[in-house]
Structure formats: C-alpha cells, structure tokens
C-alpha cells in the first residue's frame, strides 16, 4: 500500500527567511498531492495541491514541486511570517482509486521572531 | 471557519461510559469523513460515508461505531473504550468520494477525548 514519509518533524526558521518540508511517497501511480495547514485548536486545512502532470505550482508565497521520478515532492514557504507557524501535512493520492488519502505524520513549523 | 462544526470540543469520558461525537456541515457535501489525530503520526482514516452509504471502515474496533442519519449530520458513538483511544478525533467532508475536480476536503476543529 501507500506510504508516505515526511520531512523535518519540526522546523525552525527566522522570520523572513524561507521553509522548506519534504514528502517521498511509494506508490508511483499516485496522482495528487494536497498539503495541508493545521493551526493550533483547528483542523487541517488545504493550502496547496498539485497533480501528477505538473511540476510545480505557486500561490503568492507558497509553491509544491513534485519530482515523480524520484517519488517526492516539497512544500516551500518564502518570506515567512508569524502566521506561517502551524503544523504541515503532505498526503498522497491514487484519484483513479478510491480517493484516499494517504498522510505524512506532519512538520512543526516555528517562525522565530 | 470551515463550514464543519463539531461538538463537543473538549470530552474525558471513563472507559465504561457511553458518550457520542457529533459532526455537522451545511457546505452540500456528499462525502463524509472520521479521521484519528494522535501526537506525531500521520492522520488515521476511520469511516468514509458517501451519500449517506458507509463505504469504507479501516479496521476500525467494534467500539466505535459511526452513524450518519442525512447528508449533513454524522456521529461517531463510543462505547467502552481505552486510554490509548484518547486523541483528537476529526470530522471532514468534501463534495463527492470520487470527484476528481472537488477535492478539497474541509476539516471540522475536532473533539480532543479523554478516556480515563
């Protein structure tokens, strides 16, 4: 079955500075790749997406890359600020399937100040 | 918010009590979801409902048993269970179980339980 591993479990940067936070995943026929947000006393919640017939994508500060060659693929995070700290899910998707999603256990990201 | 409302937040219950989780979404989904969040692991899926029909149970213990009345409303009722269910117990929702374009899934803020 799917496995997803994710990487760092905790990251600190200073503000300002950029995050970066890296998924490999095992099962090739996988297509889509969501990354989610999850603030303290909140569920996650979508940030980002990506499928399989694209690179990488960009949303003002945040953008995914996704290397299917290599099975991974990365969240970055430029310019960050206060209301970036949160903890991070990567999860891996077969869309053709039955749409489950498979989860990475989560980054910390702390911005100091 | 996200349009998931889950009650109640906070919940400690006894391992031979009877307690019911309670999720709520007015967004016009028809997919359904529980998911188990402990500290530093990756999000466990429990049930799936699509239209209202359980389409999937991961292994889940006999002591939790889901119920979903309509396509708004879904419960989670426990029932004798052990301190290493205590987590944080999350509902979500997204438009359809198969749909390729809508695949957002909205996230409720999740009932953290206590079992004592």
């Known amino acids: 079955g799917e496995n997803v591993e994710q990487h760092p479990s905790t990251l600190s940067v200073q503000e300002g500075d950029s995050a970066v936070i890296k998924c490999t995943y095992s099962?090739?026929?996988?297509?889509?790749f969501p990354w989610y947000k999850q603030e303290l006393g909140k569920g996650p919640q979508l940030i980002i997406d990506?499928?399989?017939n694209v690179g990488e994508k960009k949303d003002q500060r945040i953008a995914v890359t996704l290397n299917k060659t290599a099975k991974h693929f990365s969240l970055h995070i430029t310019e960050t600020q206060p209301e970036d700290s949160a903890v991070y899910f990567c999860?891996?998707?077969?869309?053709?399937?039955?749409?489950?999603?498979?989860w990475g256990a989560g980054t910390k990201l702390i911005i100091k100040p | 918010e996200t349009g998931v409302t889950q009650t109640p937040r906070h919940l400690v219950m006894g391992m031979t009590n009877k307690k019911s989780l309670k999720c709520e979404q007015h967004?016009?989904?028809?997919?359904m979801y529980w998911y188990k969040q402990s500290a530093k692991k990756p999000l466990e899926l429990m049930f799936v409902?699509?239209?209202?029909?359980?389409?999937e149970n991961n292994s889940v213990p006999s002591r939790f048993s889901p119920e979903c009345p309509n396509s708004s409303h879904l419960f989670l009722h426990l029932h004798t269970l052990q301190p290493e269910d205590s987590a944080l117990y999350l509902c979500?929702?997204?438009?359809?179980?198969?749909?390729?374009?809508?695949?957002?899934?909205?996230f409720g803020q999740g009932t953290r339980l206590t079992v004592v």
């Open positions: 409902y699509s239209l209202e029909e359980r389409v």
């Open positions: 967004l016009g989904h028809n997919a």
């Open positions: 990506i499928r399989s």
């Open positions: 979500a929702s997204s438009q359809d179980r198969f749909d390729r374009l809508n695949t957002e899934a909205f």
């Open positions: 099962d090739s026929a996988s297509n889509y």
């Open positions: 999860a891996a998707s077969l869309m053709d399937s039955n749409y489950q999603l498979i």
